[in-house]
């Protein structure tokens, strides 16, 4: 089915690009919003990141302020992490993911670089896990595999949060 292999084949190929590969150059605002698509796979036509999703990223404390009105890597690497996570996780469960990354005096390199690993990781095993030359009748299948699979993450998921954020709020 050429739909799984085009799936299959994204999620082997595409990936955040490297720290040292992220614009060395500030970014304005919409520049901003035009580069960060290319950080994440997508397969529907809405917008990856709006102008007033960075503000409340921002004002949240996910992502540092802007210098001035320009964005530099530090801002791409977490506007990547914060993008892809919101997905599964609550803006606090992020907070608290970041805030341990800063708590144990990871540079934002060192953040966004374990990111991208765990991030490759999980697209390369789930690739593995599809088979292009499925039929109709095995689809329900694989996708209740990658639900359950969801699940049971997000479950290890939050019982961990629920471990870590006592300790982040100890350290404020």
Request: include cysteine; charged fraction near 25%.
């Amino acid at each position: 089915m050429d739909e799984l292999q085009e799936l299959k084949s994204r999620m082997e190929q595409e990936r955040p690009v490297l720290w040292d590969d992220l614009p060395d150059i500030a970014l304005y605002m919409d520049q901003l919003i035009s580069y960060m698509p290319r950080q994440l796979i997508r397969f529907d036509g809405g917008p990856a990141l709006t102008p007033a999703m960075v503000n409340n990223y921002i004002k949240d404390g996910l992502v540092p302020r802007a210098e001035g009105k320009r964005y530099g890597p530090v801002h791409l690497g977490y506007l990547t992490a914060v993008v892809a996570l919101k997905q599964v996780l609550t803006v606090r469960d992020i907070g608290a993911l970041m805030g341990a990354g800063r708590a144990l005096e990871k540079t934002p390199p060192e953040q966004y670089e374990y990111f991208r690993r765990a991030l490759d990781r999980a697209l390369t095993d789930t690739a593995q896990s599809i088979d292009p030359e499925a039929g109709q009748s095995d689809l329900a299948k694989m996708a209740l595999d990658f639900a359950v699979r969801s699940y049971v993450n997000q479950l290890a998921c939050q019982r961990i949060l629920s471990i870590l954020q006592p300790q982040e709020e100890k350290r404020k």
